[in-house]
């Protein structure tokens, strides 16, 4: 006999096997496998936080619809690290005829939630913005907000240190008591701790993954090209070959790293582009995205900010043109094809190391597998361990499966000797059963955090705390520094140094008698090594720092940049420089950071860095060095 919990779990799977069927318009439809069917379970449960990891192409987006099908009470947030991924997810709801709402900040006024939409989809910027917070509280006193999903959630992990919009995800769980609902295809086991921690999830979070084979891509790897010019040619001539072979409904991608080469592409082939960042605006980008999808093109050249989501089921091409970086970048961006499980290209034309020239990025861990992608590329080209989708499945999987073990996946270029080069396009299927990995097998929070709260509610409660006693800290060290900055006001460092009392002067650090024109120099040299940017995903949340002077801009101490004199010019800088250049301070405060500067481009470079503050280390060296003054 059936247990109660069985019989309403049997009867949710009917209602949402039911809701698929109507969404897609297919009375026969059913899961695309084990792992969407126990994901979506999880999610319409809402017993715990949900970790998906399912192969591109399994039907993740149903984690976010059926919700918002069946549970019209109640409100979905869906939160997207790329605008691309937006617009299509955005494209997708309305070929569903599905209710949904895009909150955009507006400049004159605080936009609210439409009450009678419980779908809402927004930026990852945009979540974090106060007035974004301020409406969902609002929304949630009348139409309650349930669950929060984030999509392509590698990107938390990945690129955290160039989008701070991810520094304290976790606290938009203080506005109510909601699900977390985690979403990619290229999430490591060996990440799964950080997005753990880094989201703040509950102990007991269901983690739902599967192998993640995609049998109908074909990975191929072409000699590399000497030169630049060399590559575009090469790139132009397979796009005329596999242009003769598309289908009207065909399309393919041409993925590069770096926006020049972008450019430099889609006027030699003569394709629409797409990029993220300034170099495009937002009405450029929807114009590219819709002639490409709508077959006005059947090719379009993008970086990686089209590469994360986008679901058109008919690329049967993806040509990388110069080698990707990572791993995770290299799966998300072939995962673009292959989508209606007919035979898909995945073709990377790489350029000759050290042509190609990536620093690896010195981390602990690595989230995005940039040493492996070094290796598949210019490592050993025969052997098991040499197939591409053996090296592929063994990092984002922790289980290889290489094209040998499975004889109905389209065989890489590694393991068929017989292959033509460039391989024809066949648009046959290829079949592979996705299995799913043993949730004791993965790893869960790391050993040193102790939060283990079993509730929705207890993870509302901490979540409201720590934003709480951040936002005191942060008060905190913005008056501290405020008041620092006006006591040594008018000082020359350079005289404080040399004698032990407050000494106020009419000239500036340049200016010091004390000063030799070796040492000009040396603090010139310095100064060149000291180079802090804050790309435009800022958006004011953190402070920027004042490039003559090195003040930050809170509490009004700097309120404009660029204009007119600095009022605490001769504060910071010269007192990173005394630092460096006496012995024992810097002995001091190598002691005090628990770091080592053998040269000054090293301690240019600590300087720089955010600190856990978000402010970079050389205001906290400064306020180190005047504390102690």
Known sequence: MKSPLSETVLALEKHALSALRKLLRQSSATWSGEGQRRAVLAVLQREHDVITVLATGSGKTMLILLPAVLDLQHTTVVVLPLRALLNDLVRRLKSLNVRHEVWIPNSYSNPPLQPDINLVLVSIENAQKPMFKTALSVHHQHHPITRIVFDEVHEAITAFTYRPSFLNIHELRSIAPVQFVLMSATVPPTSIPQLYNTFQLDSNTSV????????????????????????????????????AQFRPEDRGLIYVEKKTTSQELAKLIGIPRYEGGDTMNDEERIKAYNEWINGGEHWMVCTSAFSAGIDCCTVCVVIHAGGPYTITGLAQQFGRGGRDGLHALGIIVPLAFPLWQHPITNVAADHTGEKLMQNILFGPSTGHDACIRFQLSHFLDGIGVACADALTVAQCNRCSSILDIPPPLTHAPHTFDNVLINNSLQPKRVAEDDITPTDFTTLHVAAKKQKTDRL???????????????????????????????????????????????????????????????????????PKICFKCGVPQINKLHDTFGQGA???????????????????????????????????????????????????????LWQWRMDHL
């Open 566 to 620: 600095c009022e605490y010019e001769d504060l910071v800088y010269p007192t990173m420089w005394l630092v460096f250049t006496t012995p024992s301070l810097k002995h001091d405060a190598e002691e005090n950071f628990q770091q080592k500067w053998p040269d000054s481009k090293s301690f240019g470079a600590w300087l720089s860095a955010l600190d856990i503050n978000n402010l970079p280390n050389l205001i906290g």
């Open 472 to 542: 005191q800290t942060t008060n905190t060290l913005d008056n501290t520094l405020e008041a620092l900055f006006k006591q040594w006001k008018g000082t020359c460092l350079c005289c404080l140094h040399l004698t032990p009392s407050r000494i106020v002067v009419d000239h500036t650090f340049f200016q010091c008698p004390h000063l030799t024109h070796t040492q000009r120099t040396d603090y010139r040299g310095l100064r060149k090594f000291i180079k802090i940017t804050y790309p435009s995903s800022y958006h004011g949340r953190v």
């Open 208 to 243: 739902v993954r599967t192998t993640t084979i995609r049998p109908e891509l074909q990975y191929i790897i072409e000699p590399p090209q000497a030169s630049l010019k060399a590559l575009n040619t090469r790139v132009g001539t397979l796009v005329e070959i596999y242009s």
